[in-house]
């Protein structure tokens, strides 16, 4: 006779298990692009084509994880029916995913964009005074990447609220590129193709900003179960400080 006491605690324990590896999985593929985003913004610092080309070829490891998670999880689904907080967790993940694939693929746009520049050996000293501005908006998105998933990896909503906050510095210091690239389109229009390269890089990485920030949300609805895509910080720190 089968001993069903002992089965049933197996299968809980293995679902424990499958649930933890596929949270171990995903901060392995935050890992990844947040060493595409070092990468990308390694390239246009010391304009190495190199390192671009090295940041495109990888990226298909970034969609390759996103795919081998999202199959995990739809097994876990099929295999398991998870409800309430375990449920909240795989759509989390998937949601997640979705999310680090797209900063993948703005690391590799920042990539193209840096090995555009390399090739033309752009020497345009304005523009070249804004290297220092688009490294810093790197490198406060790629910090908000890897204090997001700090964040789910500690199931922590005071943190990923505080995350979510960072999001309106990214906008700030996007904004503050864009109004002086153009102003210099303007007075130098021949180098217009050149400026909109850069241009397109700090547009990537303005966008890499607002996918931690939807991690930043995640979290928040994988620990208190409410959608918080549409509240302000106020709301959200109001949850928070429910947890």
């Known amino acids: 006779m089968m001993d069903t006491e002992h089965l049933g605690t197996h299968i809980s324990k293995q679902f424990n298990a499958d649930l933890e590896n596929l949270r171990e ?11 595409q985003i070092t990468l990308a913004l390694d390239a246009f610092t010391n304009n190495d084509s190199d390192i671009a080309d090295k940041v495109i070829a990888n990226e298909k490891m970034v969609n390759a994880k996103e795919m081998k998670i999202d199959e995990a999880c739809t097994k ?20 997640t995913i979705t999310d680090l694939e797209r900063m993948g693929d703005e690391a590799e746009k920042v990539a193209r964009m840096a090995k555009a520049i390399a090739n033309k050996e752009m020497a345009v000293a304005n523009v070249k005074l804004h290297y220092g501005a688009l490294l810093h908006l790197g490198n406060h998105v790629k910090k908000m990447l890897h204090d997001a998933l700090d964040a789910f990896a500690r199931m922590d909503v005071e943190s990923a609220v505080n995350v979510a906050k960072l999001d309106n510095q990214a ?26 390269d850069f241009m397109w890089s700090a547009r990537a990485l303005e966008r890499i900003g607002d996918h931690a920030n939807n991690i930043c949300e995640y979290v928040v609805y994988l620990v208190q179960g409410e959608d918080v895509r549409h509240k302000s910080w106020d709301e959200m720190q109001r949850l928070a400080k429910d947890e």
């Open 25 to 35: 999985e995903v901060l392995a593929m935050g890992g990844i692009v947040e060493e």
């Open 76 to 95: 876990v689904l099929a295999k398991r029916q998870p409800a309430a907080g375990d449920l909240r967790l795989i759509v989390t993940i998937l949601k």
């Open 171 to 196: 906008d700030e210091e996007y904004n503050a590129i864009s109004r002086q690239l153009i102003t210099y389109m303007m007075e130098e229009p021949r180098r217009i193709s050149e400026v909109l």
